[in-house]
């Protein structure tokens, strides 16, 4: 398994091949890329004009925009990644984008970019970001689909989208509802009061009826309440 292009290469031996199709664009880069006293820069305004000088002359390095002429990073990353492109295939990508959403993201990694950077770039994101591919010692392997991949990013990407939708699922979930009219559970060691074994709590309630019963503030339960007879007013009237 291959390192791919840049590793170990000093800048003075880099040949870098930019692609964007903004003027002012590739004038930034080349100044940032020149700063860095990178051996060769080279400026293409599309991806057509850009695979045509690189599969007779592979460069060290691939710096392209996400939307670069007719030809997307998407699809320059596929045709670079393919296994009938060697040694082309090896070259990292850098792809450049002022729109990092999650499916740009996504799409380009899945299709073999080694970075990803954010538009607009200074010229200490670019060092740092060669300088970090020039350390990677990740190999590049082939994919199921006949293209060459970088080692580990499947992986990480397949972890990523499950975690990704458990979280969903967690957020989606709706906790199961309770029937009206559905008894509490009572945990059998808490008494009435929470802190009070269940025994104990019985034997002061019955002990507290007894002392009310003694005192009448409660009646006894066989007692019964003997309502006054009151006659009504038309007996008393009748009988006078």
Not at 127 to 143: A, F, K, P
Not at 167 to 190: E, I, L, N
Request: glycine share 6%.
């Amino acid at each position: 398994m291959p390192h791919h292009a840049t590793y170990a290469v000093p800048n003075e031996l880099l040949d870098v091949a930019v692609i964007d199709d903004s003027k002012t664009m590739q004038g930034i880069i080349r100044s940032m890329l020149n700063a860095m006293k990178v051996r060769r820069v080279r400026l293409f305004d599309s991806t057509e004009a850009a695979l045509h000088s690189m599969l007779h002359e592979p460069p060290n390095l691939i710096i392209s925009d996400w939307k670069a002429g007719l030809v997307s990073g998407h699809q320059l990353l596929r045709m670079v990644r393919a296994r009938f492109m060697e040694p082309l295939c090896y070259v990292p990508v850098i792809i450049l984008t002022a729109t990092p959403t999650r499916a740009i993201i996504d799409k380009a990694m899945g299709a073999g970019a080694n970075l990803i950077v954010v538009k607009p770039i200074s010229p200490a994101v670019m060092q740092e970001r060669i300088g970090w591919l020039q350390r990677d010692q990740r190999q590049l392997v082939l994919g199921p689909r006949g293209a060459f991949e970088i080692e580990g990013v499947r992986e990480t990407m397949l972890a990523q989208k499950e975690r990704a939708a458990a979280v969903r699922k967690a957020a989606t979930t709706k906790p199961a509802r309770k029937p009206d009219g559905a008894p509490v559970p009572v945990s059998p060691q808490a008494g009435g009061n929470g802190n009070m074994p269940a025994d104990q709590w019985q034997a002061f309630l019955r002990t507290k009826e007894q002392l009310e019963r003694k005192a009448g503030l409660k009646p006894d339960d066989g007692a019964t309440a003997q309502k006054p007879v009151v006659k009504p007013a038309w007996t008393a009237l009748r009988r006078g």
